[in-house]
């Protein structure tokens, strides 16, 4: 899988050099190229990052580093690509808050997905998963409406940030299971995923990267989520339930990661949600 990511990834960022004009085609890259990830240290859209990275940088010779610029839910980091010189060597990772979400979120962004970035690649889509910590008293879905309905409003769930998948996928079961959850933003999954595990907050729907080392050693109890369009089941988490309970169809949770670049002047996109 990574082998392909990289491959479809080198298509997309050697075509963009391309359109600089021909020298700069023939020497691109002429220096290390940066991927700007608009979260925390830790999470899916970091470890995508490092993973395409490496490939890319025994591929075409140049170092590949990481710059991270979380907040405001990506658009701290989309700003900083966008701002970027446009020379092809700052890569955003955009994930779907960046891209798509925000727009329906604020009124007014300080960048515009559709002008200053072109799409290079869809790189990746991933299962999201809901994690609780493992003294509740929940072995279930349904357990967890139930405690959700008995203790409304004095539960909490965990996100990487108002507008993200880890937000609106925690408010639509909200609203599927007419349950009073608190918001506790944080700006990045991994230190939302500390305090579930920690015990300060109660759940969590999560990214499965991050998410997975914690499922395996027991630091969360988790119910898989996965999309009902036909798509393959996450081997790592066939034994985990889908996220469903009684009376209910359980959403669909998946994010997506692509690259885009600006028009004319080539800087950097690469989505994930």
């Known amino acids: 899988m990574t082998t392909t990511l990289a ?9 963009a050099g391309a359109a600089l004009g021909p020298a700069a085609a023939q020497t691109y890259p002429s220096r290390p190229v940066t991927f700007v990830v608009p979260f925390a240290p830790g999470g899916g859209t970091e470890f995508l990052a490092r993973m ?20 405001a839910g ?25 891209m798509a979400i925000n727009v329906t979120l604020h009124k007014k962004l300080p960048y515009d997905p559709a002008a200053d970035f072109v799409p290079l690649a869809l790189v990746v889509l991933s299962p999201y998963v809901l994690v609780v910590n493992p003294s509740l008293p929940v072995h279930s879905v349904a357990d967890l409406v139930r405690l959700a309905k008995q203790r409304s ?3 909490s769930y965990a996100s990487a940030g108002a507008g993200t ?3 609106l996928f925690a ?25 579930v595990a920690a015990g300060h907050v109660a759940l969590m729907f999560c990214d499965l990267p991050p998410a997975l080392s914690l499922i395996r ?23 985990s339930p889908r996220l469903a309970y009684p009376g209910s169809t359980p959403p669909p949770g998946r994010w997506w990661s692509r690259r885009p670049a600006r028009p004319s002047r080539w800087s950097s996109g690469c989505t994930a949600s």
């Not at 491959?7 to 075509?15: D, E, K, M, S």
């Not at 990506?74 to 955003?92: K, Y």
């Not at 408010?171 to 933003?185: C, D, N, R, S, W």
Request: with cysteine; aromatic share 4%; charged share 20%.
């Open 7 to 15: 491959r479809c990834l080198l298509i997309g960022v050697l075509a």
């Open 52 to 71: 395409l990275g490496q490939r890319l940088e025994q591929r075409l010779g140049k170092p590949f580093l990481i710059e991270h610029r979380p907040g």
């Open 74 to 98: 990506g658009v701290t980091g989309a700003v900083a690509a966008a701002r970027a010189t446009p020379d092809g060597h700052t890569i955003l990772m955009a994930p779907s808050p960046v």
């Open 153 to 155: 409003g004095q539960l």
């Open 165 to 167: 998948p880890h937000h």
């Open 171 to 195: 408010e639509l079961f909200k609203a599927m299971t007419g349950t009073e959850i608190a918001h506790v933003p944080y700006r990045g999954s991994v230190p939302a995923l500390t305090d």
């Open 217 to 239: 050693d027991g630091g969360c109890a988790r119910s898989a989520s996965r999309p009902r369009n036909g798509w393959r089941r996450c081997r790592t988490l066939r034994r």
